[in-house]
């Protein structure tokens, strides 16, 4: 069965600093991977996915991610955070014809 | 700019009613799913359909809960009897087997 492990559960971080969110999977087969943000009181947008080609994946508001096959890793990461990043971050897994299994969460903080 | 649409966005209910929550999802997405949030829980799976099939409802408590698709353009999730322990928000998604769009939820509360 595929898992999600998202390491951290809070990050605090000041405001033009930058940012790894940890996100480790595990299967047994290949997967897509994606990244969703949730700001309060919404629901869960796309930020970005991996589907295939390269590792590298760019996403909307700046955030990129890079899928690490040997480490089972997409972590994300941004150069330089703003009040406005502020939300709930999942990570999720997909092995292919399966609804996504999620992680817990990340709640990052920006603090000016 | 197509969105996965839910109805209603907040549902106060005293426990024992009948609660209909309503999702339309993005037109031409073959698969809906139901998920429940909690801050104990966090995200749960209730449910999901593809091509308006049931595909797994496994999730669900199934002495209350019941989750149909009418037509393409509807799918709903039903609460009865609602208890306070069904207190939470829940979200539509559309998308496909990889890909999921999530509408902007229903937040229950049972009191």
């Known amino acids: 069965a595929q898992s999600v492990t998202q390491l951290d559960s809070q990050v605090p971080v000041f405001e033009e600093a930058p940012v790894e969110l940890r996100c480790n999977y595990s299967?047994?087969?290949?997967?897509?991977l994606f990244w969703y943000v949730q700001y309060p009181n919404q629901g869960l947008q796309l930020l970005l996915k991996?589907?295939?080609?390269?590792?590298l994946v760019k996403g909307i508001n700046g955030f990129e991610a890079e899928f690490n096959k040997s480490q089972t890793s997409f972590h994300l990461r941004k150069p330089s955070v703003h009040i406005s990043d502020t939300a709930e971050y999942f990570c999720?897994?997909?092995?292919?014809?399966?609804?996504?299994?999620f992680g817990k969460g990340t709640r990052l903080s920006v603090i000016a | 700019d197509a969105r996965v649409t839910q109805t209603p966005r907040h549902k106060v209910t005293e426990m024992g009613q009948e609660v209909t929550m309503r999702c339309q999802p993005i037109?031409?997405?073959?698969?809906v799913f139901w998920y429940r949030q909690t801050m104990m829980q966090g995200l749960e799976l209730l449910a999901y359909?593809?091509?308006?099939?049931?595909?797994?409802d496994s999730g669900m408590p199934k002495d209350r809960f019941s989750a149909e698709m009418p037509d393409a353009t509807l799918a709903t999730l039903k609460i009865q009897p609602s208890e306070p322990r069904d207190s939470a928000v829940y979200f539509c998604?559309?998308?496909?087997?990889?890909?999921?769009?999530f509408g902007p939820g229903t937040r229950l509360t049972v009191t």
């Open positions: 359909f593809r091509n308006r099939a049931p595909l797994d």
């Open positions: 037109l031409g997405h073959n698969t």
């Open positions: 998604a559309s998308g496909f087997s990889y890909e999921q769009y």
């Open positions: 999720a897994v997909n092995p292919g014809n399966t609804p996504l299994v």
């Open positions: 991996y589907l295939s080609g390269s590792t």
């Open positions: 299967s047994s087969v290949s997967v897509y």
